[in-house]
């Protein structure tokens, strides 16, 4: 099992580049996350998806785009990149919660370091 | 408002010494599970231990051990005979919406402990 893995781990853009954040898991997680974590500040919330094909807005979604098209993988995309986006992001996944079930926390990838100029 | 609050932003033990990191949240809901994850220097995020709310006995996991009063909304972690691997970032979390299709995961902003030698 490689749990939850992110690519790439360091990745430096200048402003106003695009690029794509992937995810993925391979323990058949219905639930996928995408954080960014700033000095301070803990985890945020970009986006997050319940399932295939579902996505909807975290905390702080502005500047960000997912998709899930397939179960295992969860994209986050950047369209124009920001300073302000400087952050290491890390993506999540879990099951859906059942009362009493004993593997109900996140699992998380390594995390992605991204700088912007 | 769904909410975690760590007060204390770093701490530090002497190796061996026993170590109280503080939290507390805010829900509505009555079913809920609470975690604290660890953060080393890799920034992995890491869990330590859970504790289901509708369990009034406290978590335990070797040296790491919860103090949970759902009534004041409190979930302390103590660490006992501290080692210098114990040394990270620590994040205390919840996770509502058990059993529907809306699991939320809500994060502190973390306590750095240093374990000195």
């Known amino acids: 099992n490689a749990g939850v893995t992110q690519t790439p781990k360091f990745r430096v853009l200048k402003t106003g580049q695009s690029m794509t954040l992937l995810c993925a898991q391979d323990?058949?997680?219905?639930?996928m996350y995408w954080y960014r974590q700033d000095p301070g500040m803990g985890l945020r919330l970009i986006h997050y998806?319940?399932?295939?094909?579902?996505?909807a807005k975290g905390e702080v979604p502005d500047g960000y785009n997912v998709s899930r098209l397939k179960k295992q993988n969860f994209l986050l995309g950047l369209e124009s990149a920001a300073p302000s986006q400087t952050s290491v992001y890390f993506c999540?996944?879990?099951?859906?919660?059942?009362?009493?079930?004993?593997?109900?926390?996140?699992?998380f990838g390594p995390g992605t370091r991204l700088t912007v100029l | 408002a769904q909410t975690v609050t760590q007060s204390q932003p770093e701490m530090s033990v002497q190796e061996a010494e026993t170590v109280t990191l503080s939290c507390t949240y805010d829900?509505?809901?009555?079913?809920?599970?609470l975690f604290w994850y660890k953060q080393p220097p890799s920034r992995q995020m890491i869990l330590v231990i859970r504790?289901?709310?509708?369990?009034?006995q406290n978590a335990t996991e070797n040296r790491f051990s919860v103090n949970f009063q759902k009534a004041a909304k409190s979930f302390s972690l103590k660490i006992s005979d501290s080692q210098l691997g114990d040394t990270a970032m620590y994040f205390c979390?919840?996770?509502?919406?058990?059993?529907?299709?809306?699991?939320?995961?809500?994060f502190g902003t973390g306590t750095s402990l240093t374990v000195i030698p």
């Open positions: 999540a996944s879990s099951y859906l919660a059942l009362l009493g079930r004993v593997d109900n926390e996140q699992f």
């Open positions: 323990m058949n997680h219905e639930y």
């Open positions: 998806s319940v399932g295939e094909g579902t996505t």
């Open positions: 829900t509505s809901e009555n079913n809920y599970y």
């Open positions: 504790q289901e709310a509708y369990k009034q």
């Open positions: 979390a919840f996770m509502t919406g058990i059993s529907n299709t809306g699991n939320q995961f809500y």
